[in-house]
C-alpha cells in the first residue's frame, strides 16, 4: 500500500479552516486521476470524473481534510500562547504535548501544558482537576519574542510522526487523512486496473467537519449527490475498560458499513447494496453504528433535494488523540470496497 501517501497526509498540518496545505498536497496528487479538480469558495477540492450519457448518475464521496487543533487566541508580553480549539478535543490527552504552531512565515516548535502546578508542590485536589481545553497554554521557548512571531488566528496541531507497528499504523490526524488517502487510492485502482464507470462521480476533500460537517454541506448543495458516501474514522473501543457492547467496531475485522450516528441513518438499499458489493468481492465488512457524533455523510443526505446516503468508515483506537491506531486491513478493506462499488455503477 501507499504508505508514503498516507504518512505525508498525517503529517501535513491542516485544522478547521486551515486546510490549505493538505489540499494543495491532494491537488498534486489528484491531477492525473480526476477530469476536473476544483476549489469552492469554503475551501474544499472538488475533484470529478466525469460520467457517461446525458445526465449520469452522480456519486459523491466526502473526505473530510481538517484534523482537530486550535486557533491561537491570545500571546502574552511574556510569549506564552493561549489557544480557542477547533474540534473536540480531550483534555486529559492535552498534558505535555509537542505541538506545531503554523505561522505565514515558518512552523514554530512548542510544547503545549496545563495552566497549574507540577506534582511536587500541586495540592491533592489540584491533582484530580481536569482543566478545560481552554486552559492550556503553549510555550515556544522564545520568550517575549513570540509575539513578534505569531499572530491571533495562527493554528496549531500536534506534532508527532506517523509508526507503524506490525499491521496496525499510529498517527495523530488519522482522522481523518485516511479517508483523504481512500478518496485517492480508491480512485487510483480504478485507473490501475483499467476499469470504468458509468457514473459521474465527484471526491470532494470537505474542510471544516470537525466543527459541525460545514464544508461537505457547500459542495453537495453544488454537487446535488444521487447516492451520497462520507468517508471517515469511526470508534474501535475493542480495548480494556470498555464493554463489549460499546466497542463501535472490532480492529482488523473489516471495512465499516457506518448506519447512524447523532447526524444521520444510513439508507437501507444502499447499505443492502454495499453488503451485497463486498460479499461479491470477498471484502472483510462490519455494520456499525456510533451512539453519538456526526459525520459528512448527513451533508450529503439532507443537500437540495436529498440523496441516499451511507458512511464507510475505518475503525480507529484511541480517536482524537496523538496515537491514532488503525489496521492496514481495515484501510485496505475500504478502498477495495469504495472501487468496487463505484465500479458497479
Ligand atoms: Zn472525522
Redesign the pocket.
Known sequence: MNIDLLKRLCETPGVPGHEHRVRDLIAAEAASLFDRVETDAMGSLVCTRDGEGEDPERIMLAC?MDEIGFLVSHVTDKGFIHVSPVGGFDPRNLFSRRVLVCTPNGDLKGIMNAEGKPVHIASVEDRKKVPEPTEFFIDLGLGAAAKEKVRVGDFVVMDEPLVEMGERIVSKAL??RIACWLGLEAVRKLVDDGVSHKCQLTVAFTVQ??VGLRGAKTVAYAVKPHIGIGV??TLACDTPGVPEKDRTTELGAGVGLHLKDGSFIADRDLTDEFEAVAKANGIPFQRTILAGGG?DSASLQQAATGAKAIGIVVGTRYIHTVCEMIDRRDLLAARDLLAAFVAAH
Open positions: 473530510h482522522d481523518n467537519e470537525e471517515d474514522t459525520m
